[in-house]
């Protein structure tokens, strides 16, 4: 898993005949009205049991088009997405969202909390609906909220509202946990705190991880960085060895 | 949403304007037909009085035309029609036209003077039988068969409302007025130089209970028995009664409705205030003034408000224009002069601008004085708590999509409370309309079927001889008879009065039976009278008090009379006793008026034709007959206005959920799309947000009953009257029906909005804060 790729490819399959995900010439065409816009020109790409992948790139590179197809939130317009040897690619809707359900962990920019629900309730409301789920207890010891159980949104930091996200996120035992910006709403000192929790959580659960940042100093602590640029993977760069977030800073 | 709740204001605005503009046509044109046609303003019969005494009547002060006529029954024999038929004849002067209550032509001419078997008819019993000039028409006069001669059909202000002698519903087929000359029908009665009717104006400024005592001084020993006034002149008042009525309308429904959309207003408006917090920062960081960002909000109000008012005139109009013609065809106006009057929209704009702007100035106030720098940061999240249900311990049985539910509805109950109080109004309009309908099933039922079960009662000329009941029962086809004696009377307590009919009834009768309040089957005391409570209460008497009776026939005895008991009757207002009793009070011997006859219902056309050929018989009127009638007139409009009840009922309860639901939506898209990625089904998801209608309408149900009954019982009360008193009685159907509606309305709308939920975009909300 260490070794050198070609750039503009982050297929990896010599090395994992069994890559949690493909992608073969991945396209994604938006009809704007009478503009088409060209977010994926043809990504290859392969994701292995266990890494932490963090995706580089500016605004506009298609990384978050990448991730929400590979999140079965949206559809490639060509090409093949395979999870686990089973095609994406032609999945219904009714498919997707079992494949969220069971599969998938999402962390978003902005939490997307339930405001209603308490901390615990938070991730209860996911793990009332998985099949394997930990406790929401000992997701929230994960993330160091224990002693913020029955706290609502609003009575929780940015950081801590993060974390519950994270919780919720892990709770189900999902096979791939996907980070949207995670730390791009919070401070640094704060944005360390909660890219502990993800790395912690990358290590002890082995879950693998993608995470989406256009902060460069975050691809430190991946096990590869893919960098992207006008729709294409235009660099793939392997640590040798990564950093923990908290010798981070920016 | 701001098409429901402009659909809101427009139900409110178009039934103000529909009632209030066909209550201004219906009294303009009343009024001036009154005017023209020269409608009197005091009535009085007597007996005869010679034509001199006009000049006495004239001399009363305050008196300004006096017109005699003679007035009397007659019964009519019509080819093909099996009934008889009963006719009032009513004399026009031999030269030249009355002085008042003149007759408006329809067709044809007015009676040739002198000729006696010339008759103008009026033209709903015209239209009934499909009369024309040139018709011919048997009829016993005074006991005479006559061939009379049909010249003209006429409209008259006098009988707009027409009702045969003691008759409650409208009747025209069986019932007809007769204008003939004044020579021909004194002759036929022994009226000549003499008049048995008079009718009168007043010079304006008249206390008119003043010439009434005068005139009654002066009738007194011709047999007078009491002048009334236009107030208590049939027609005049059952058409107040349908006025009174359609006021009514003209109030509680443009309340309710304008109360919804001031409160759906508020909401929406409240909203659009949290959603364009931004904007507004952004507008007043460039320099926008409050009032400029006040004046937006107020703007968008003012163009929904608009819509609703233009949209409720031009259907008030259309809806309007559709009611006065069916009152129209119902009182015979000979014109109709519908025009909207301005103050009826001003009022209606005036009013609905007023509920639109309290209901959502606190808003606007909150958009206009937000500080630039405070609106320009997101809203915070929004703070919960455990709900009181999850305090007390019941949390655990909950799931968390059921928590969302909880703590959303109680984060704000007073929009929750609004929201299940609009609804309930739907539910109680509609449990208002099914209640009349309901209301009238069961006072047919009560008043047709369990007090009255004749196949026809037959009312004599005159008294009559008891025999003349064994004669009816020889007659084939009927099964039995069962006698009643009715007099008109006045019945007084102190200072009040009431001018009614005393039916005595025999003991035992099964074709005509006393119901008491409880609705039980009553034997009549041997002594004393029974009456309905509401003629208790007009006269302020209970059981155990006593009455003067003023018998208004024969030797006219003023007697004391105990009060009994109350029954139970809902149309009319009467008095009943022993007709042993009766007829000892009258000083006569074993008196009738009348039969109830049960009939075999194979020989019914038989017994008609039998009693047809009968000179003492005045009338025959059948009980299913009148219950047709009843149907066909009283019912039709009653039913019209039950119908507006569940159209506008939906139409609220629709705008009331789908507002909630859209601004539910809106709210909590950004969470309902967050499930949706993190695995929820659309089915899981619309349950977070549909499941919040289904509590409030759920809620609002057993309010809308307890709303609708109270509003029910206040116009009960208030509809009270001497000719129909609705019982108040709520039927399971009522009920089930209401609440079928709106549930109903809500499924529908959440059909609606689950649509809008599957198309939520999934993907915006991940890069997005609210």
Known sequence: MMEEKPIATATNSDADPHPVFEARGVTKVYDMGEVQVHALRGVDLELHAGELVVMLGPSGSGKSTLLNILGGLDTATDGYVGYLGSDLTDAGQRELTEYRRHHVGFVFQFYNLIPSLTARENVAIVTEISSDPMDPADALALVELSDRLDHFPAQLSGGEQQRVAIARAIAKNPQVLLCDEPTGALDSSTGVIVLEAIDRVNRELGTTTAVITHNVTIGDMADRVIKMGDGRVTEVITNQTKKRPKDMSW | ?770
């Open chain 2, 1 to 770: 949403m701001a098409l429901a709740i402009a659909l809101v204001m427009t139900c409110g605005v178009a039934t103000f304007v529909m009632s209030k503009s066909t209550l201004d046509a219906l009294t303009g044109t009343l009024e001036e037909f009154y005017a023209e046609y020269r409608f009197a303003e005091v009535f009085a019969t007597l007996k005869r009085a010679p034509e001199a005494t006009t000049e006495r009547l004239e001399a009363i002060e305050g008196v300004d035309v006096v017109d005699t006529r003679v007035v009397a029954a007659a019964s009519l024999d019509i080819e093909d029609y099996r009934e008889a038929v009963q006719a009032l004849l009513i004399s026009v002067p031999d030269e030249g036209a009355p002085q008042l209550n003149l007759l408006f032509m329809v067709e044809g001419r007015n009676v040739d003077p002198y000729r006696d078997d010339e008759v103008v008819v009026n033209d709903a019993f015209a239209d009934a039988h499909g009369f024309v000039p040139g018709d011919r028409l048997g009829a016993v006069i005074n006991g005479r068969r006559k061939q009379l001669t049909i010249v003209g059909v006429a409209r008259s202000p006098e009988y707009i409302y027409q009702l045969a002698p003691g008759s409650l519903i409208p009747d025209f087929e069986r019932f007809g007025i007769l204008w003939m000359g004044r020579s021909p029908l004194a002759t036929a009665f022994d009226m000549q130089g003499a008049f048995n009717d008079v009718t009168m104006t007043l010079v304006p400024g008249t206390r008119v209970d003043d010439v009434i005592d005068e005139v009654d001084l002066v009738l007194e020993a011709f047999g007078g028995i009491g002048a009334f006034e236009r107030e208590d002149q049939q027609s005049h008042f059952y058409i107040s009664q349908e006025l009174a009525e359609l006021e009514q309308m003209a109030t509680i429904f443009p309340v309710i409705f304008l109360g919804v959309a001031a409160f759906l207003l508020n909401v929406v408006v409240n909203r659009l205030v949290q959603t364009q917090r931004e904007q507004i920062a952004v507008l007043k960081a460039f320099g926008y003034s409050n009032v400029q960002i006040g004046s937006h909000y107020i703007l968008l109000v003012s163009a929904i408000m608009l819509l609703g008012v233009v949209a409720g005139v031009a259907l008030g109009i259309r809806f309007g224009f559709g009611l006065a013609e069916l009152y129209m065809a119902f009182f015979r106006f000979p014109y109709l002069n519908y025009e909207l009057n301005a103050d009826v929209v001003v009022t209606a704009l005036f009013v609905s601008a007023a509920a639109a702007f309290l209901g959502t100035i606190a808003a606007v106030r909150r958009a206009a004085t937000l500080p630039p720098a405070e609106a320009m940061r997101p809203e915070p999240p929004a703070s919960y708590r455990e709900s009181i249900v999850e305090r007390l311990g019941l949390g655990r049985f909950f799931s968390q999509p059921t928590r969302m539910i909880i703590r959303h509805l109680g984060r704000h109950p007073v929009k929750a409370v609004f929201a299940v109080v609009g609804i309930s109004f739907a539910c109680a309009l509609l449990l208002m309309g099914q209640f009349f309908t309901g209301a009238m099933d069961y006072m047919m039922e009560i008043q047709f079927e369990m007090a009255q079960r004749d196949d026809l009662m037959v009312t004599f000329v005159e008294p009559t001889s008891r025999r003349a009941v064994y004669s009816l029962e020889e007659t084939r086809g009927v099964l039995h008879g069962e006698v009643f004696r009715a007099a008109p009377v006045w019945l007084r307590n102190g200072n009040k009065e009431y001018r009614t009919l005393i039916q005595g009834v025999a003991p035992g009768g099964d074709l005509f039976r006393l119901l008491n309040t409880q609705l039980e089957v009553v034997d009549l005391p041997a002594d004393g009278l029974l009456i309905p409570p509401h003629l208790g209460a007009l006269l302020n008497v209970v059981p155990g008090d006593t009455l003067s009776v003023e018998v208004l026939e024969g030797r006219r005895p003023v007697r004391v009379v105990p009060v009994a008991g109350y029954m139970e009757q809902y149309l009319g207002l009467g008095a009943y006793m022993r007709i042993d009793a009766l007829n000892r009070m009258l000083k006569e011997g074993d008196a009738i008026s009348g039969v109830f006859l049960a009939v075999d219902g194979n020989e019914i056309d038989a017994v008609h034709e039998e009693l047809k050929g009968m000179p003492r018989v005045a009338g025959v009127s059948s009980r299913t007959q009148a219950i047709d009638d009843f149907y066909e007139n009283m019912g039709e409009t009653m039913l019209v206005f039950a119908f507006f009840y569940v159209v506008f009922a939906a139409a609220i309860s629709f705008a009331i959920i789908y507002n909630t639901a859209r601004i539910a939506l809106s709210e909590r898209g950004r969470e309902l799309a967050s499930l949706r990625i993190l695995g929820f089904k659309q089915s899981e998801v619309a349950y977070i947000l549909l499941g919040e209608l289904a509590v409030l309408t759920l809620l609002a149900i057993p309010v809308g009953f307890a709303l609708g009954w109270a509003l029910c019982i206040y116009i009960v009360e208030s509809l009270q009257t001497e000719i129909i008193r609705f019982p108040f009685v709520m039927t399971a159907r009522a009920y089930s029906i209401s609440a079928s509606v709106v549930i109903a309305s809500a499924i529908l709308t959440g059909f609606i909005v689950r649509r809008r939920l599957y198309r939520l975009n999934l993907i915006s909300v991940l890069k997005t804060r609210e």
